[in-house]
């Protein structure tokens, strides 16, 4: 992490002119991606959202994964807002999803605190869960469950990345298996709350407790009356779903 940060830094320039230029250039993708969805060319967004993420692949090749790994949250941001502004069904609301991503990688992705990198992660897995099963939820299981992993391991990778995690490899694969096995037992009954899937759900209030719980031990503000809180509230809101969910043979 302090290795890629010392790189970063030496391409994005930090005051003067280069500085606003950069800063421009980078509102200006978010507005490119609301003209092309308004004109019906979306799939141009996707396109434009990998090639501004051009410096992965400005060192040796043998450099491109790991630069992968490190940008993967905010390729997932942008191409989960690209799907909710194509899901939007006015003008209005496209342009408050650019808005939103406009905010992500302008305030949101440049912060480098531990606490910003954990919620970096954790709203990268949300809305790249929410956009899944959205746009392209009716799609086989195995597809499902395979990009879950890849959401949830990447998520986790960034997470625990922050903290310097010696079990980072290990932590991440474990929440990535247990995201895999999850969207697979629940992608035959899909089930939804407005626009959030029900593995979505799961998985964001499993993230964002445990996620939460972790952060607190390593600061050490985490006392026995909290961890029982959160782990109250988890169990909670995961039994009530259980309980009062659907369970027919359909989508809601």
């Known amino acids: 992490m ?8 030496r391409v994005k ?19 490119l991606l609301f003209v092309l969805v308004r004109i019906d060319v979306a799939p141009l967004g996707a396109l434009l ?24 949250v905010d390729i997932m941001v942008g191409i989960s807002v690209l799907a909710f502004m194509i899901n939007s069904g006015s003008a209005g609301w496209q342009l408050l999803w650019a808005l939103v991503y406009a905010v992500w990688l302008l305030v949101i992705k ?25 746009a392209w939820g009716d799609a086989p299981a195995l597809v499902l469950v395979a990009v879950a992993w890849l959401v949830c391991y990447l998520a986790a990778r960034h997470f625990f990345f922050s903290f310097e995690e010696p079990l980072t490899k290990l932590l991440a694969y474990t929440w990535g298996y247990f995201a895999a096995a999850l969207t697979w037992v629940l992608a035959h009954w899909l089930l939804f709350y407005g626009v959030v899937s029900q593995p979505t759900l799961f998985l964001s209030v499993l993230g964002f407790g445990i996620g939460t719980l972790y952060y607190l ?9 909290v961890r029982r809180q959160f782990v109250f509230v988890m169990v909670a809101i995961i039994v009530i779903v259980v309980v009062l969910a659907d369970w027919g043979d359909k989508t809601l």
């Not at 302090?2 to 830094?9: D, K, N």
């Not at 440049?110 to 959205?134: D, E, K, Y």
């Not at 031990?217 to 009356?225: I, N, Q, T, W």
Request: glycine fraction near 4%; avoid cysteine; hydrophobic fraction near 60%.
């Open 2 to 9: 302090r290795v890629f940060r010392l790189l970063t830094a």
């Open 13 to 31: 320039p930090v005051s003067g002119f280069a500085y606003f230029l950069h800063l421009g250039l980078t509102a200006l993708l978010p507005a």
């Open 49 to 72: 959202i990998v090639l501004s993420k051009w410096r992965i692949f400005a060192v040796k090749p043998r450099h491109w994964l790991a630069n992968i790994r490190v940008n993967a």
């Open 110 to 134: 440049p912060a480098s605190g531990v606490l910003i990198v954990s919620l970096q992660a954790l709203i990268a897995q949300s809305l790249a869960l929410t956009a899944l099963f959205l």
């Open 217 to 225: 031990e390593k600061r050490d503000r985490l006392s026995v009356l």
